[in-house]
């Protein structure tokens, strides 16, 4: 480290705390990669700089400095709260919310003032974590507010002293190899540790001049590193790092804790019980959300695939990911074999929110949609968790491709698009995001041929470039069974559903080349409509070779069957997915849809 050459500061401020955090910030989102690849504990997926980037990130774009120290500490300790990612991130939320609630309404903070509140914000990180593990940032946290604690009467400005606790600092950042087993196992020290010290050292940096100019206007970039494979992958216990923002609890901190524990490990509560941050690591999403609504309000949820990430990190089998949305019907298994990462559509009844496919399955999905009062909304994936998706990828993968629902339908492919153009700036990796122009068991034919294609070997840019030919070769066909879906969803008016119904029209959906949602055809009945597609698709093929078909339907397995039996009959060949349809999807075509989605050579 350098001397500290700039005039002492003698008090801090809300601006100072906010430039200081600044600062602390983009050290370590620039050093997101180091932190990634020495990710070992509590689960080797490779996230913590990542999740650590996320979380701080928000006050650099949301907040804006105030001369009260209170004020900002405050507004920092929310905006971390709101968006703290992974285990490492609730900590480090959890720390600034102690900070905040243990320093009284001050406009300025002296060294001892600072120093008592650091060491009481202590026991907010211990008391959030349900098994505090020492060779943790918890430690390195405790050590380093234990000296600030001890020595603050030496000094006489923040300079001096910040710059003094580093070598504190890199002694319990070393010593938590000592302190735990499987960091000593792979030769690395904690991540979540070392974030938080390079954390201090863009403080000290910092400090050194106290250029706010150079500081906003300095553009991070994650530094690209070796790449560091002898890490010791070891198996994911529990699939989902699942989080959930809860308001307004009802239960204690040690209830919910509790209830927490019996969905898996790895339990953080932090906040307070107008707004808790939760983080949980289990198998059981769906019913573990299912409880928590009798809670509060679940105002916010994830659940990130642990072993999706960890075979990013270990065992991955191609050099380029793969990303789409869970509008992308496509059955597990591929997926799994393939590692391809699926992002879930925010599904709402009323006030409840779930995640499509991960907190609400189909077949629950479908059971909502028949007893709710409330009709379902979709919300499309946020640009954060695109860019957080993007950053995890950028620092395994050599490049990323994407493919999202159509454009007409959503904006998720423009909001997919701007996070994987910041992404791939930050990274200085190819990140491409295609707009499949299609839904449902269409993007999962055009997903599955980029996947097979990225096995063969195909370079990113030929993929991309064979992506069009592709699109324009697939359709979809879907009957639906009744129209009062279509209604409530606003597909169709309700006088246009009202004569369709008196005359018995059985619609045939499908989109356009453009991605557009279209009545390709109208019989007057289901079994009619069923033909009316086979015949259709046997015309579609006169011209060209079947490449694959995927059978969808919404809780009609029947309908399914008797597609997939006309369509073997006709290609001799099964199909290449037979699934439960997309809820949302399923919130249009309704309750006994059924669908066949094909792509040509």
């Known amino acids: 480290m350098t001397i500290i050459k700039n005039e002492p500061l003698v008090e801090l401020d809300g601006r100072n705390l906010y430039y200081t955090f600044v600062a602390g910030a983009r050290k370590v989102i620039a050093h997101q990669i180091e932190l990634n690849r020495i990710n070992v504990f509590p689960v080797n997926d490779g996230d913590t700089g990542t999740n650590l980037a996320s979380t701080i990130r928000a006050v650099i774009e949301s907040l804006h400095p105030h001369r009260s120290y209170k004020i900002t500490a405050d507004r920092i300790a929310e905006a971390t709260l709101m968006n703290a990612r ?11 919310y102690g900070l905040s609630n243990e320093i009284g309404d001050l ?11 650091l060491q009481r914000a202590v026991k907010y990180i211990y008391e959030a974590v349900s098994n505090p593990v020492e060779g943790t940032m918890l430690s390195v946290i405790r050590d380093w507010a234990d000296y600030i604690y001890n020595s603050w009467p030496k000094f006489t400005d923040f300079n ?11 002694a319990s950042l070393l010593d938590t190899k000592a302190r735990l087993k499987v960091l000593a196992l792979n030769n690395v020290v904690d991540a979540g540790a070392k974030g938080f010290v390079l954390f201090v050292e863009g403080i000290i940096d ?7 100019k150079e500081l906003i206007q300095a553009k991070t970039e994650a530094a690209a590193l070796p790449k560091m494979e002898e890490v010791i992958a070891e198996e994911v216990e529990f699939r989902y790092c699942t989080e959930a923002i809860l308001r307004d609890t009802s239960i204690s901190q040690h209830d919910l804790m509790d209830l927490l524990n019996k969905y898996g490990n790895s339990s953080v509560v932090a906040g ?3 707004m808790r941050r939760l983080h949980v690591h289990t198998n059981d999403p769906a019913d573990l959300f299912f409880k928590l609504k009798d809670h509060g309000t679940i105002t916010f949820q994830k659940a990130e695939d642990m072993v999706r990430q960890s075979e990013s990190v270990f065992k991955r089998k191609f050099n380029i990911a793969l990303v789409t949305d869970s509008t992308c019907d496509l059955a597990e298994d591929i997926i799994d074999f393939y590692q391809i990462h699926v992002l879930p559509v925010t599904i709402s009844f009323g006030e409840n929110n779930y995640l499509d496919k991960i907190t609400l399955k189909p077949e629950q999905f479908y059971k909502l949609l028949e007893t709710s009062e409330h009709y379902p909304k979709s919300s499309q994936v946020n640009e954060k968790s695109f860019f957080n998706l993007y950053s995890h990828l950028a620092s395994h993968y ?42 449902s068991g269409s993007i999962g034919l055009l997903v599955l041929r980029i996947a097979k294609s990225i096995e063969e070997g195909m370079a990113h840019d030929q993929i991309v470039d064979m992506a069009e ?6 359709r979809i066909y879907v009957t639906v069974r009744t129209l009062k879906y279509m209604i409530k969803g606003g597909r169709l008016s309700f006088t246009k559903g009202l004569i369709a119904r008196l005359l018995h029209v059985s619609p045939i959906v499908s989109l356009d080349q453009n991605g557009k949602a279209e009545v390709f055809d109208k019989t007057f009945s289901k079994k009619s409509s069923m033909e009316r597609i086979i015949k259709t698709v046997r015309n579609d093929l ?6 694959n078909y995927i059978i969808m339907h919404a809780n009609n397995p029947e309908g399914a069957r008797w597609y997939a039996s006309r369509m073997e009959a006709m290609t001799g060949k099964k199909p290449a997915s037979f699934v439960n349809i997309s809820p949302i999807i399923g919130a249009n075509a309704g309750v006994g849809a059924a669908a066949v989605a094909i792509m040509k050579e």
């Open 272 to 274: 307070s019980d107008k």
């Open 398 to 439: 050599d490049s990323v491709i994407a493919v999202n629902l159509s454009d007409k339908l959503s904006g998720t492919f423009h909001t997919s698009q701007r996070a994987a153009q910041m992404v791939s700036r930050e990274f200085n990796k190819p990140i491409t995001v295609i707009n499949s122009r299609g839904i």
């Open 542 to 547: 006169s011209d060209g070779t079947l490449w």
């Open 160 to 170: 001096h002293l910040l710059l003094s606790s580093y070598e504190i600092l890199k």
């Open 107 to 117: 406009k300025k903070i002296t060294l001892e003032e600072f120093a008592g509140s």
């Open 86 to 96: 992974g285990n490492s991130g609730i900590i480090f939320a959890q720390f600034f």
């Open 469 to 474: 030919k592709w699109i324009n070769k697939t």
């Open 206 to 212: 910092y400090l050194e001049t106290r250029n706010v």
